[in-house]
Each structure stands twice: as structure tokens, then as C-alpha cells.
């Protein structure tokens, strides 16, 4: 009796349990069944009923329970190729902040409220308004954010006219999947990578060609700085040596003086030192032979004095 009283426990505690739904807050919820929508009638229209946050009861093993995400949630898919109006390509990464508006819309767009389905329907709806809008601008245009023929603005400058256009076309266009589009922002603009490539290796070319130009100004310069430098220094030393000759020619004009004034007041002694000199001159050297006679006047201070 206890073992069926406790079978039967379970199941009933089993029966209410699947009897209760529980929605978070931030979510709501859609109950099926049988494959239908669970729907109230809402001052006589019937529409499809939304449980909000809280407990909810449901019919156990028959009612099955869709929770929807009901806060701003971002879609950030991968970077699209886009076309521009003179038939360059880019590459845009972009993202987009939605929440469902519309939940009954929503779960049945959506089939069964899947969010993938969601995004991947939505995703196409943005690549869609942003490709016409790349495509009606140049990609001077979508950099300045300036339109050919208008005057600068700045607060509207950069891609914020882009951006707040395409926000518009797909809030409009996304309203039959019961999403309500809160912005559309566009984070980067690429060139493709063949393209980059390209323009990166003539951007290298210019710069490569604007460094050859200025190393070989360079070395102009260096080349007239040297040689005015050596030009310098040969006038420095002219200069130089004008100055010695001059100092010497002095000195040597100077010293001839002192060699006057001397020999004026003793010519004796005088010619004496001078054959001095000749003679150590003469013999400084072994082995030296000189050929001279006897009476010769090179010999005349060596010979003996005569007595008076």
C-alpha cells in the first residue's frame, strides 16, 4: 500500500511539475499545442498570448514552451563585400543592435522563434540596405562623408548619413519578422586583400623612390659640405704657410742683421767661428778625404802662429 501511495506521489508531484513554467526576467514566452499557437482574446481580437516573467501554469505533456529573448540582443556577422558607384569593392564588417517587437510575428517568421533563423533573415535585410546605400556613393564619399556637390557638414560628417539611412530602410524592412532594429553600425571599411596588397606595394614603391630621392639629396649636400670644408682648409693652410715664409723671411732678415752688426765689430773673429764651423762641417764624417794644398786659405787658422 505505502510503495503505490508513493507511486502515486510521484506522479502527481511529476504532473504538476510539467504543470509550471518558469520565464526569466528579460524573457517571454510562447506556448504550443498541439502544434498551434496558444492564443486570448484581447478585446475581442484573438491573438497569439505572451506569457511575461514569472510563474506560469500549462498543460502538462501537451503544452510546449518557447522562451524569447526580449532585450536589445547584437548581431555581428562576418565582413560582407560590398560595391561602391564607380565599381570599387570593399570589404565592411558591420553590426546591429534589435529586439523582438512583435513576438507573435517573430516566432512564427522565424519558424518556432529560432534565433538563428532570426538572425541569418535579418543579416540579409542590413547587407541589403547597406549594399544600395555603398552603392549609391563614391568611396571618397563614404570616407568623408561628404556627397559631390554638397557643402561640408560637419556633424554630419563621416558615415553617420550612411549609417542613419540605412538604420531607416531596415527598421522598415525588418518590422514583417516582428524585430524592431534599435541601430545599424558599420565598425571597419577594408579594401579587399588583393587590393590591399596591391596598394600597399605601390604605396612602398612611392615611399621607397621618396627615400632614394632625399638620401640622394643627402648625400649632395654632404658632398658640397666636404668640399667646402676641404676648400677651407687648403685656404687655412695657404694662409699658413704665407705667414711661416713671411715669419722666417723675417727672422732670417733679422738674424742676417745680428750676423752684420757682429762681423762689423770684430771681421776677425768673426771669420775665425766661420772656419770653426767649416771645419767640424768637414770633419764630421769617417773616412773622408779632402785634396787641398798646403798653403790653401782653409787651412789658415790651423796653422802655427809666426813669433813676432
Excluded at 482574446?41 to 498543460?59: A, I, Q, S, Y
Excluded at 570599387?88 to 523582438?100: A, C, E, G, Q
Excluded at 531607416?168 to 518590422?175: D, G, I
Excluded at 632614394?212 to 694662409?239: C, F, M, P, Y
Amino acid at each position: 500500500m505505502s510503495r503505490l501511495l508513493l507511486v502515486i506521489l510521484a506522479v502527481v508531484v511529476a504532473v504538476l511539475s510539467s504543470s509550471l513554467m518558469v520565464v526569466n526576467e528579460g524573457e517571454r514566452a510562447i506556448v504550443s499545442r498541439f502544434n498551434a499557437i496558444v492564443k486570448e482574446n484581447v478585446d475581442g481580437v484573438e491573438r497569439t498570448k505572451v506569457f511575461g516573467p514569472g510563474l506560469h501554469f500549462k498543460l502538462p505533456f501537451i503544452d510546449t514552451v518557447r522562451n524569447l529573448d526580449a532585450r536589445v540582443q547584437t548581431l555581428d556577422g562576418a565582413a560582407d563585400r560590398f560595391v561602391t558607384s564607380e565599381k570599387k569593392d570593399l570589404m565592411v564588417d558591420s553590426y546591429v543592435k534589435w529586439r523582438i517587437h512583435d513576438f507573435e510575428k517573430y516566432y512564427l517568421s522565424t519558424n518556432g522563434g529560432i534565433k538563428s533563423n532570426a538572425e541569418a533573415l535579418l543579416q540579409r535585410k542590413v547587407n541589403s540596405d547597406l549594399r544600395t546605400e555603398f552603392g549609391q556613393r563614391t568611396i571618397k564619399e563614404i570616407v568623408s562623408g561628404i556627397r559631390e556637390g554638397e557643402k561640408v557638414d560637419k556633424e554630419n560628417s563621416g558615415r553617420d548619413e550612411l549609417q542613419r539611412n540605412a538604420l531607416e530602410n531596415v527598421r522598415k524592412s525588418a518590422e514583417d519578422l516582428g524585430i524592431e532594429v534599435v541601430d545599424v553600425r558599420v565598425k571597419q571599411i577594408n579594401l579587399p586583400t588583393n587590393v590591399s596588397s596591391s596598394i600597399f606595394q605601390r604605396m612602398r614603391a612611392e615611399r621607397q623612390a621618396v627615400a632614394k630621392e632625399h638620401r640622394a639629396q643627402g648625400r649632395e649636400e654632404a658632398e658640397k659640405i666636404r668640399a667646402t670644408a676641404d676648400a677651407n682648409v687648403v685656404v687655412r693652410l695657404s694662409n699658413a704657410q704665407r705667414n711661416a715664409q713671411v715669419l722666417r723671411g723675417e727672422g732670417d732678415a733679422v738674424a742676417a742683421k745680428i750676423y752684420a752688426d757682429a762681423y762689423k765689430k770684430d771681421p776677425e773673429f768673426y771669420a775665425f767661428m766661420r772656419s770653426l764651423d767649416a771645419y767640424r762641417a768637414s770633419f764630421a764624417g769617417s773616412g773622408n778625404v779632402m785634396v787641398l794644398e798646403p798653403d790653401s786659405e782653409f787651412f789658415r787658422y790651423m796653422k802655427e802662429a809666426k813669433p813676432k
